[in-house]
């Protein structure tokens, strides 16, 4: 086992996971703005996007964080007649995030950040081994 390539494979995991984590942060604190102008846009929620690259001094596979994708779905509408965003019906257009989404998304992605982490500190224990047992 190559130990510079796991540990190439597992760093491009944690920053993948780390660019995911903060998208999703950037959702939940924007999940109740809502637009300051009648008719206004409010946030849409994004949605991050990875690829796979080969690293060409190590053959490592490693993720890389993509473009970041708006979400097409429709925007949640919340009646409020005294909102300066409001409608002629007082309604007034919400971001399309989901909060129970965003949570399971954000844990998913610390339990990948986790696994990742692992990943690093398994490798520098066996490199570690190697050079015990290479000193005797």
Same mark, same amino acid.
């Given at each position: 086992?190559?130990?510079?390539?796991?540990?190439?494979?597992?760093?491009?995991?944690?920053?993948?996971?780390?660019?995911?984590?903060?998208?999703?942060?950037?959702?939940?604190? /924007? $999940?109740?703005?809502?637009?300051?102008?009648?008719?206004?846009?409010?946030?849409?929620?994004?949605?991050?996007?990875?690829?796979? &690259?080969?690293?060409?001094?190590?053959? =490592?596979?490693?993720?890389?964080?993509?473009?970041?994708?708006?979400?097409?779905?429709?925007?949640?509408?919340?009646?409020?007649?005294?909102?300066?965003?409001?409608?002629?019906?007082?309604? !007034?257009?919400?971001?399309?995030? /989901?909060?129970?989404?965003?949570?399971?998304?954000?844990?998913?992605? &610390?339990?990948?950040?986790? =696994? /990742?982490?692992?990943?690093?500190?398994?490798?520098?224990?066996? !490199? $570690?081994?190697?050079?015990?047992?290479?000193? =005797?």
């Amino acid at each position: 086992m190559d130990f510079l390539k796991s540990l190439t494979t597992a760093a491009s995991g944690l920053k993948a996971q780390s660019s995911r984590m903060r998208i999703i942060a950037e959702n939940i604190a /924007n $999940a109740d703005s809502a637009p300051t102008s009648p008719g206004g846009e409010p946030y849409r929620r994004k949605i991050p996007t990875f690829s796979q &690259q080969v690293d060409r001094d190590t053959g =490592a596979a490693l993720i890389e964080t993509g473009r970041v994708r708006r979400d097409t779905t429709p925007f949640r509408t919340k009646y409020e007649p005294g909102n300066p965003a409001a409608d002629s019906k007082g309604e !007034v257009r919400m971001p399309n995030v /989901n909060g129970l989404i965003e949570n399971m998304d954000m844990r998913e992605a &610390q339990r990948s950040y986790e =696994a /990742n982490l692992n990943m690093v500190t398994a490798t520098r224990r066996m !490199v $570690a081994k190697t050079l015990e047992i290479l000193k =005797a």
